[in-house]
């Protein structure tokens, strides 16, 4: 299993902060995630997404067990 973990405008979207996921892909994570909550994908057309902490944007990208996706919304601020 890996973790999703949700941030801001994605989070609200997604009804919760972090869940887990059995993907194997990112793509396969972030489709799942949209097919039961359809508000996430105008989010996720906005969003940076990390894979352990590094900038992910191919969905065929593996996912390891115990890996942790960071979907983070544009932000501003200092």
Do not use: K, N, Q
């Not at 979207?13 to 039961?36: K, N």
């Amino acid at each position: 299993m890996a973790t999703i973990r949700w941030f801001g405008a994605a989070a609200e979207a997604a009804g919760c902060d972090v869940e887990p996921t059995a993907a194997v892909t990112l793509g396969e994570a972030l489709d799942t995630a949209m097919a039961t909550r359809p508000a996430l994908a105008a989010v996720l057309a906005r969003c940076s997404v990390l894979l352990d902490g590094v900038r992910a944007a191919d969905p065929a990208t593996a996912v390891g067990t115990g890996a942790t996706i960071d979907v983070l919304p544009p932000f501003a601020g200092g």
